[in-house]
């Protein structure tokens, strides 16, 4: 009968060093780090797959006992490539929001906190960010800004895209202020390239009072407020 096989020998350098030493809720916002990570993690798998099958697949024997632990690489391999593909879209959207972020903010002022939402998949972002500190201040406004995906494509039938893939600035807008209002972001809709977000006063005496929502139409290069911002 053959062999055993010992998995832990083959598992990816990668993952048990990002894995040691933190807690299960752990996670990286940095797109680079993760991307980085992802690509080694495939990396490391993919040679850890032809160390384990090559010297073994020799004989049937040896393919049903290894069935198993194949199938636990291969699915490995297919959640890491899923992971590498939202870290290439991530980068991709990074470096126009940095620049956006740099243009808005102040000397004093400085980014505190950012999310960035798929409305329509692969194609329409939009992005909530907040900067606090302007002047000096004890102050924060949140934006609002919708990034939409424009892909080069040839110039001859049947217009094949190139590759080459970058994040346009649709438009952007202040959607909550300090001791003004605040939103409800993760309870946003949008449908019809219509982005309706529901908002809050932070007025005194009527804090945390619903107030109308800031209702947004997505125009082609601009962006339509409907209601809800004063």
Same mark, same amino acid.
């Given at each position: ?65 290894? #069935? ?5 690489? $291969?699915?490995? %391999? @297919?959640? +890491?490539?899923? !992971?590498?593909?939202?870290?290439? /879209? ?72 190139? #590759? ?5 600035? $649709?438009?952007? %807008? @202040?959607? +909550?202020?300090? !001791?003004?209002?605040?939103?409800? /972001? ?45």
């Amino acid at each position: 009968m053959s062999e055993g096989l010992n998995i832990s020998q083959y598992l990816p350098s990668a993952f048990d060093q990002q894995t040691s030493n933190i807690g299960p809720a752990t996670i990286t916002n940095d797109p680079k780090q993760s991307y980085e990570f992802h690509t080694q993690c495939v990396v490391q798998c993919l040679g850890s797959l032809i160390l384990i099958t090559r010297p073994r697949w020799i004989s049937l024997s040896a393919v049903r006992l290894q #069935g198993g632990k194949v199938r636990f690489i $291969i699915l490995f %391999l @297919i959640l +890491a490539t899923s !992971n590498l593909s939202l870290a290439n /879209e991530n980068k991709l959207i990074t470096k126009p929001v940095d620049s956006l972020v740099e243009l808005v903010s102040d000397i004093y002022s400085s980014e505190f906190s950012r999310e960035i939402y798929d409305i329509e998949k692969n194609n329409l972002k939009a992005v909530f960010f907040t900067i606090e500190g302007f002047g000096g201040g004890n102050n924060w406004q949140r934006y609002l800004a919708i990034y939409e995906k424009s892909i080069k494509r040839k110039q001859e039938p049947p217009f094949e895209p190139t #590759g080459e893939e970058k994040y346009k600035l $649709i438009g952007y %807008l @202040i959607v +909550a202020i300090k !001791n003004n209002n605040s939103i409800a /972001e993760e309870s946003f809709s949008y449908k019809n390239r219509k982005l309706t977000i529901p908002s809050f006063s932070q007025r005194p005496g009527k804090r945390n009072q619903k107030i109308d929502d800031i209702v947004i139409n997505i125009k082609a290069h601009s962006l339509e407020v409907v209601s809800g911002i004063n």
